[in-house]
């Protein structure tokens, strides 16, 4: 494998890593969640940096339905790391505080809550759309040829239950109501035990990667032939 793509594979691996830490503020407090908050949105940077061509190939080749699907869910992305960014600049009591911003904080807070939440299931979403280049690579060290075609049966089905439960989780954590800002704050659950709040989320992670594999499989049908992607 080439430097480049095992770099940019850590540093998708270290952004999902601090995905995942984040939405535990709850349990690590206020100067670590600023911190990784930061380094996170490095990291974002670093990310498109490192797929410049994407960028280049943006204005070139035929816009298929699979193609526009990724392009909108990165768009997405991309809209939710501004509004984090910006938000936590003005909420930021650490990093950011020799900038000394003191107005807006109603709606900095507002902005926090929605481009968190969406930003998870947007950034799962992302993810999701690339697991088929993982699964090429599992499917390459899944031998012998017998465990290949148990792997056909038993991947599509361990995603299946991930996703019915994270579904379960999803609705009975109330996600959508953060969303759509339905309330003005979040509930946070100081005593709940730190490895069954990252066991839901990463159920929840897993639906909107199942989701996303395989409405691009879908919309790849459709089109006939695989869009650019990155």
Do not use: C
Request: no cysteine; hydrophobic share 55%.
């Amino acid at each position: 494998m080439r430097p480049k793509a095992v770099i940019k594979i850590a540093v998708d691996i270290l952004m999902t890593l601090a995905l995942l830490f984040l939405m535990g503020y709850q349990f690590w407090g206020d100067m670590a969640h600023e911190w990784v908050g930061a380094g996170m949105f490095f990291l974002f940077m670093i990310h498109h940096i490192l797929n410049g061509n994407w960028h280049k190939n943006l204005l070139h080749g035929r816009y298929s339905q699979s193609r526009l699907f990724m392009l909108a869910i990165d768009a997405l992305v991309f809209l939710s790391m501004i509004g984090l960014m910006i938000s936590g600049i003005m909420l930021s009591n650490h990093v950011f505080a020799f900038l000394g911003i003191r107005g807006g904080m109603s709606f900095a807070r507002l902005l926090h809550m929605a481009s968190s939440y969406w930003g998870f299931v947007l950034m799962s979403l992302h993810l999701g759309l690339h697991w088929g280049m993982l699964l090429g690579m599992m499917k390459r060290v899944w031998k012998p040829e017998g465990d290949v075609k148990k792997g056909k049966i038993v991947f599509p089905v361990l995603g299946a239950v991930i996703a019915l439960y994270g579904l379960t989780v999803f609705i009975r954590r109330d996600l959508l109501t953060y969303m759509l800002l339905h309330t003005q704050f979040v509930f946070l659950d100081f005593n709940e035990p730190v490895p069954l709040f990252y066991l839901d989320y990463l159920a929840m992670m897993g639906m909107f990667m199942f989701l996303a594999y395989y409405a691009s499989r879908f919309f790849r049908g459709i089109s006939g032939k695989n869009p650019q992607s990155r």
